[in-house]
């Protein structure tokens, strides 16, 4: 899956300019991050699009995970709760983490 800044600025309903660029580029970066050390994932899980049963599919769960990470840090960019950004993406990937311990 690739997150795109053109789909997150659509996504966050933020028009073109180099200021808001220059805010969601690290935040989408940070959502990646976040999403793929919640679910336990390998270090290309976005590189490539997420295997379910032996078929190349986009995870919409892992897709909503990450918008929904985008758009949390983009709106509480000065006041963000880390703890309870990171329980709700553990709550939505629960389906999806690697069993590690």
Excluded: C, W
Excluded at 49 to 63: G, H, I, Q, T
Excluded at 64 to 75: G, K, Q
Aim: proline share 2%.
């Amino acid at each position: 899956m690739k997150l795109t800044l053109s789909d997150a600025k659509m996504f966050l309903r933020v028009d073109s300019s180099d200021e808001d660029e220059a805010v969601i580029i690290p935040i989408i970066e940070t959502a990646k991050q976040l999403v793929k050390d919640v679910a336990r994932a390998e270090e290309d899980f976005f590189d490539a699009d997420y295997v379910a049963e032996e078929v190349k599919e986009e995870n919409p769960v892992v897709k909503a995970a990450a918008y929904h990470a985008i758009a949390y840090l983009y709106e509480h960019r000065e006041t963000a709760d880390m703890n309870a950004l990171t329980l709700q993406l553990r709550s939505m990937l629960f389906g999806v983490r690697e069993a590690r311990f």
